[in-house]
Each structure stands twice: as structure tokens, then as C-alpha cells.
């Protein structure tokens, strides 16, 4: 028996349903019935961000989301804002470098969250920037920035875009597009969305719309005016991911039925039951704001990250997340965003205890 359970953050495990849909015939994507699943998932996918505006699927993974972000919003030179507070943070920076955007660095220590006056400040020092750039869970620390918070405080300071990586936090966390004034928003299909990976999502406000007029970066495939055009008739400028895209319709409809707030509360319970039960294991997390979709877990000393992992992976068929960055071999990363339910959760916590008893920890 191979059977292993994800408990990583990202990718996540796809429920039978959504399985099923992909393994249906391809459909004509320029096709009555295709449109029709299209126009479901478009409608839906607002449902999920929480907005009345268009959100755009692209085919690619979250990081080429972001891309598009950065080559749709800005002129060469424009200066934006961005966090950093990890390795995605870190990419955060340096992708819109490379692109040709000048950055001004927030940086943290890994585990730490913006703040309020980390934010005020830097909008003081760079009062010309066109963006700020939050990173809504930090995955490499687990680490949950206060996006309401800091979306209130970059409108009262500044008329910059305000863009956030949701990718491990959409369908976990509670977020708000349009209430919470958030501009630019992506996501990505293997997370919260319970579905395999190769989807972005963009949700795009219609300040972030008049900017795509306005931009200069060199772009095509990720031209998000070709994408909008497209949306507003359920279609799409080049070949969707047709069988992700069906997959991602029944996950949808599975959200739906649950309800989004549903959905919040049970990602915020099991969260908490992973952090008291690190706890009780005797184990340190990471995080001083921890997030209710990935959990940070120190590996106690003595412990080596490849003999845990195996003894987790191949003796209890538990697949957890290594640590990246500074903490490579230091930690471990257990996902809980996505399709987790309570035993889950009960399995993993009595597998990681006989791991560490193996692994010769007195509990
Ligand atoms: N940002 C965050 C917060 C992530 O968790 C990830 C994936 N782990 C990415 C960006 C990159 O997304 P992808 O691997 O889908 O390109």
C-alpha cells in the first residue's frame, strides 16, 4: 500500500469528487457546455473572494499570478512596496526587480508579521509608491499578516494599489475583497481550492482595471486586458486548462454548499487543534501570528530532518512540509488548508507523536 496522506501546504489533497470530474472527456472549450461550467466558476470564484468584480483564471501556477500583477499595474521605474518575511516574500522582491520595478524592502524576521507602523513608516519614507505588496500566510514561516488591518492603514496613508499573495490563505482564511478595499488579489488551484495545481486566479479591482490601461511592462500571454475582454463572455484568449478548470467547478460547488464562513470556521478549529496539540507534544511553532492554514512547527533539537521525515513518511505514510530558506532541516510545515476535516487531523497528531517516540524524543 503507497497511499499517502498530504498534510503539506501545497500541494493539497483533491476530495474523490473533484477527481472524478478529471478524469471526464475534454470538453470543446468554445463550446456551449464548457461556457456554461466557465460562467459557473467565474461566478463562484467572486463568491470566494468575496467580490463583485471580475476574477481572472489563468493557466499557470501562483507565481505566474503574481507575474502578471507586476507586468499589468506598472510603468518601468514605478516603485511599489513589498514585505518580506520569508521565501515568499523574498520572491516578492526580487521578481518585480527583475522586471524592472524599483522595491522598497519591508523586511522581518522569518515568523514575524507586518505591523502597523512598519507599514505607516514606509509609506512615509517612499510617499511616489504605486503599490504595497502583502503576503496574506507566509508559508515558509506559517505566519498570517492582518490584511484588514493593514489595507485600512495603507488607504488612509496612500493612494497605492494594495496587492495580496493569498495563495495559501484564499478559502482558509477570512478575506474580504471588496470590503476590506483590496485592489489586486491572487490565488492558485492546489491550495484552499482543493483542486490540483496549475490555476491562478486574479481578482482585480476596478482601480487595478483603469491601471491596466495605463501599464507598460512587455507582456502577452499574461496580458490581463486579453484575459478581461475574454472573462466579461465566459471565455478565454488562449486554450484553458480544461479538465482543472471542471475539476476546480465541483470544488467550487463544494465550498459553495458548505458556505464560506463554514468553511473559515473549520479551517480556524483545526488550526487550533494542531497548535494545542504541538503543544502538548512538547513542540515549539514558529509563528508569533500564527496562521489558521499552515503551522510551523521547530524540530526539537537532536531530531534530523531526513530521519523524522522518513520514519513520518514511509513508516506512517504522513507527508508533512520541509522547512525552506534558513530553516531547512530546523522545522517542519503541516498544512491544514484545503479539504481537512477532524480525523485527519486526529491521525496526524498520533503519527507525529510515535515519530518523535521513534525518533527518541521523551514525551
Ligand atoms: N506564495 C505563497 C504564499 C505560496 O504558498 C506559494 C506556494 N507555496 C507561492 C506563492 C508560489 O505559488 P506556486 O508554487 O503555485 O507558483
Redesign the pocket.
Known sequence: MNQHRLYT??PTPVPDRVLKKMSEQILYHRGQEFREIFARVNENLKYLFRTGQPVLTLAC????G?EATFVNLFLPGDKIISVNGGK?GE?WVAMPRTLGLNVAEIKLKWGEAPSKEQIVSALKENPEVKAVYL?H???STGTATDVKRLAKVIRENSDALICV?G??AVGGIEFHFDEWGVDACVT?S??GLMTP?GL?FIALSSRAIERLQSSALPRYYFDLTKALTAFMKNDSPWTPAISLVTALDEALIMIREEGIENVWERHSRLAGAVRSGIKDLGLKILSDHPSDTVTAVLLPSGIEWARFSDILTNKYRCVVGKGQGEYIGKLFRIGHIGYYHDAGIKTLMSCLEKTLIECGIRL
Open positions: 501546504p501545497g501556477s501562483g507565481t505566474g503574481m515568499f520572491r503576503t500566510c507566509e508559508t499573495d495563495i495559501s492558485a492546489q491550495k495545481p491562478a
